[in-house]
């Protein structure tokens, strides 16, 4: 529908209470789907909408911090795209949902303190029914941030401050990026022949976090260096400190 998903907190005194909203590209028809009211940075975090806008993923962290929680356990929760809550899958994170309406999930998740992983380490796929899982790949650790591709044959996700790809049989296991930063959040193009991701660490004068697309078929890994090309710029603001380049600090979404 061209609606856009995101995570909005609300201050309210002495209380930071995440809420999860729907808002028209335009602005308009902002509607809040949940409220969690909760006392947490890390609560109600990353949602994701499936393909057949039923249905909505995201993060929960239980808090426990004495407002009342809405599931006891950290966990990714399932709601309709009314706001109507589903169910939980405990110990997974960072869902992406694959064109048939399977999900993948991660083990591992960035919580306010550091990575945490509390199922054993490794990218896991939900079955369109909610009836299966079944692990993809074998000896990941700790990787994170998962991304379907819009075909659904393969998912891009970060592992040792680096972008991988795998193919969701578990085959193909791939590097896809390396350098001096810490790439993260991979996101794939609409057509699947580029992957963005979040790279951190050390460019001219700070440490920043920049935008970079990169080809996603690519047979040797891409080094983004300070001077790659594969980061995006606004040729607008080429003065600034990052010198023109996009920043994000969590998930990106390409449409």
């Given at each position: 529908?061209?609606?856009?998903?995101?995570?909005?907190?609300?201050?309210?005194?002495?209380?930071?209470?995440?809420?999860?909203?729907?808002?028209?590209?335009?602005?308009?028809?902002?509607?809040?789907?949940?409220?969690?009211?909760?006392?947490?940075?890390?609560?109600?975090?990353?949602?994701?909408?499936?393909?057949?806008?039923?249905?909505?993923?995201?993060?929960?962290?239980?808090?426990?911090?004495?407002?009342?929680?809405?599931?006891?356990?950290?966990?990714?929760?399932?709601?309709?795209?009314?706001?109507?809550?589903?169910?939980?899958?405990?110990?997974?994170?960072?869902?992406?949902?694959?064109?048939?309406?399977?999900?993948?999930?991660?083990?591992?998740?960035?919580?306010?303190?550091?990575?945490?992983?509390?199922?054993?380490?490794?990218?896991?796929?939900?079955?369109?029914?909610?009836?299966?899982?079944?692990?993809?790949?074998?000896?990941?650790?700790?990787?994170?941030?998962?991304?379907?591709?819009?075909?659904?044959?393969?998912?891009?996700?970060?592992?040792?401050?680096?972008?991988?790809?795998i193919n969701t049989d578990g085959t193909?296991?791939?590097?896809?990026?390396?350098?001096?930063?810490?790439?993260?959040?991979?996101?794939?193009?609409?057509?699947?022949?580029y992957l963005a991701c979040i790279g951190?660490?050390?460019?001219?004068?700070?440490?920043?976090?920049?935008?970079?697309?990169?080809?996603?078929d690519k047979t040797t890994t891409v080094?983004?260096?300070?001077?790659?090309?594969?980061?995006?710029?606004?040729?607008?603001?080429?003065?600034?400190?990052?010198?023109?380049?996009?920043?994000?600090?969590?998930?990106?979404?390409?449409?």
């Open positions: 529908s061209g609606e856009v998903l995101y995570e909005e907190p609300s201050d309210i005194s002495p209380y930071v209470n995440w809420k999860i909203v729907l808002i028209a590209a335009n602005g308009t028809n902002k509607r809040v789907l949940l409220d969690s009211k909760v006392y947490s940075s890390n609560l109600s975090k990353s949602p994701k909408m499936s393909k057949d806008a039923s249905t909505i993923c995201f993060n929960y962290w239980f808090g426990n911090k004495g407002a009342s929680d809405i599931y006891k356990g950290h966990c990714t929760l399932l709601m309709k795209s009314d706001g109507t809550l589903l169910s939980a899958l405990d110990s997974l994170f960072d869902g992406s949902w694959m064109p048939d309406g399977s999900l993948v999930l991660s083990a591992t998740v960035d919580e306010l303190y550091g990575e945490k992983t509390f199922y054993a380490d490794g990218l896991y796929m939900l079955s369109a029914d909610r009836s299966k899982y079944t692990a993809i790949g074998s000896g990941l650790v700790k990787p994170k941030h998962p991304a379907a591709s819009p075909d659904g044959k393969k998912v891009a996700f970060s592992m040792n401050n680096h972008i991988w790809v193909g296991l791939r590097q896809v990026t390396t350098g001096d930063k810490a790439e993260t959040h991979p996101c794939w193009s609409p057509d699947g022949k951190y660490g050390t460019f001219e004068v700070t440490y920043f976090a920049a935008i970079a697309a990169v080809p996603s080094d983004l260096t300070n001077d790659s090309p594969y980061w995006i710029k606004d040729p607008n603001q080429s003065s600034n400190a990052g010198l023109g380049r996009l920043t994000a600090y969590s998930a990106i979404s390409w449409k």
